[in-house]
């Protein structure tokens, strides 16, 4: 019924286009424009992230030092940068990014519609979370400094001031991560409702590219998983500020409770973030290899098995919290359950690349780096998995390299395949490939550089979140080690200037892209680069599915989504 | 101006109907872990039922009552907006606001009778649980009202009548955690 508006050209409201800078970049309800916003703002809190990383990463190596660009590093200091690095990295670095920057870039124009169906809660959503961000940033800054008590949060270290020396800092941090979290829920809200009910006519369900629908997926896994910890904080809060006594156990309460809404929600957030860049990853590796997505309805079901699993796994972060070890049996198994399907994906993209005529570009590279990253981070998962070995991994460096190997491929190697795959669609220009495969070697060399050593320490028994290691005999003699990880974490750090001086030269002279540089199916490469206000001139029709590479009856090696032969 | 987005249904539901219903998914997920919360003390520590004795089961019951009859009224609202009576609409829709504002007004009173005899949010973990939970689920009541004024008033002058359907929609929701809250907090004792 809504076909006959359809055909009404899109660029109705070009007339608009005489906006001010701020109703343009500020104020704007265009998709694209409020991706760009989470993007920026998400790399700017990961300059932040990677700053603190270093100045934690060099107190460690060399403790007592005035490191360069911030001073002497307090035990105070120490606790508030592995805190806040963590809660940065993902909270304000991969969800804005993979989640919201990709969703909202993507999902309009892979389903072929002009804009979100809720223009105006798109907005919102950035402003809350540009809000919490500022929020988050203050709470460094008040009397005590920022919050302490790792991004976990665990009461009743962050619940009482007394423990934890940072009154105020706590609920600052408390206050910004439950605005972050609603921030997501508007957009998340945004992004079902749109690729549920705007897709392009022709499009069923089966035409959706992977990366929306796992887009959609992780909206789904995040709304319903997010909802205990926002009552969760909502709870610390008033036993921080008026003097409740959910997590105080004088008063009847359970400290244990958080670390249960905690991670109910932790958990599936780890899917979250992943299924995005599994989208990302599966669009670079058909595109690049020119071949049809292995399976495509196989690796659908098994996205939506691996969300209603992560729902059943979230205990085996406690199993040393004084939970019944009958229960830990339960989550063993649900957890060793959860490596199958995703393991199943990674088999897919092998599948993929199969016998594909491959090209090595940089977004190529990023998504292989990805799948073989990803791969030691999820076989490390297993020995934490179980209940057995868990017990003595526990809060070691094992524990810290493993999660470091799952969310470095998610988070930064996914945001970089995604953003040197779409670079010419955002901005319309091509990016350095140079210079693009030699910022890859030099973040993925020295990657691994600082964190399989770091699997080494944890085996040897070196606990996290410690100031110093000096008066620990049996730990001082591997400071060595320590200090090739932080050298490597220096030159990973200095290699994304690379990248930065990339992004901003193909910026003003890059070659030109054109509408479809790589010969791409899907619809975001069917309008110009960068798309206008209103993304299409005449909003498509979708005729088939989004991976029809190299089909025999054809005789170039593509076939857009919305081509009628 | 409206996106072409915005008017496609592809889903077979007008796309604010749809956007309500997942909102309110998120919603039932935060009450849901309150409620899992509240129900595992409670089911741990015995004297739990000492201190919800003092709860009035009487006040609850008008308030379930003041609220369920509000929200026969969302529903009369919704069927004057489908006739197209948008003034009759609106009318109805302010009973329903009425009854909302009525419900927070017994709830005052209520805590101010119980804070006056000792109970407040600091007591013990049954008090915290009380006050948080009928908080929040009044925070919605209050985000309700103010959601339904601004459709009421739209739909006195006859616009965006299909609203209508989408405010009753949220207050049944905000109606039915009180179906949860009261069992929970005043009767099972």
Redesign the interface.
Known sequence: MAHAVDHAPAHDDHGHHEQSFFMKYMWSTDHKMIAMQYMFTGMLMAMLGGFFAYVFRMQNAFPGMAVPGFGLVTPADYNMLVTNHGTIMIFWVAMPVLVAAFGNFLIPLMVGCDDMVFPKLNRLSYQIFLLSAIVLIAGFFVPGGGFGGAWTAYPPLSAVGVYNLTPMGSSFWVLAVALEFVAFLLGGINFITTSMNSRAPGMKLYDIPIVVWTIVIASVLFMCSVGPLIAGAIMLLFDQNIGTGFFNPAMGGDPVLWQHLFWFFGHPEVYVVLLPTLGIVAEIICVFSRKKLFAYQTVLYTMFGTGILSFTVWAHHQFISGIDPRMANVFTITTLLISVPIAEMLFVYIATLYKGSITLSTPMLWALGFIATFLIGGVTGIYLGTAGSDIYFHDTYFVLAHFHYTFFPIAIIGTYAGVTYWYPKMFGRMLDETLGKIHFWLTFIPFNCIFIPLFFLGLWGEHRRIYSYELFDELWKYQGIRQFATVALVVMLAAQAIFIWNFFKSLWSGPIAGPNPYNANTLEWQCPSPPPHGNFAELPTVYRPPYEYSHPDRKEDFWPQNSPV | ?T?????????G?P?GT??VW??L??????????L??YI??RL??D??SAEAAHTNVYIGLTNTFVLLTSSLFAVLAHAAAQRGDGKLAARRLWYTIAGGGMFLCIKAAEWTIEISNGMT??S???W??YY?AAG?HASHVIAGMIAMAVVAMDAAKGKFLHRVENAGIYWHFVDLVWIFLFPLLYIAK
């Open positions: 101006m996106p072409i987005a915005t008017t496609r249904s592809t889903a539901l796309t749809l956007g997942w909102l998914g998120s919603e039932i997920v935060i009450f849901g872990g309150l899992c919360s595992m003390h741990s520590h004297w739990w949010i600091s013990s973990s049954f915290s649980f948080t929040i």
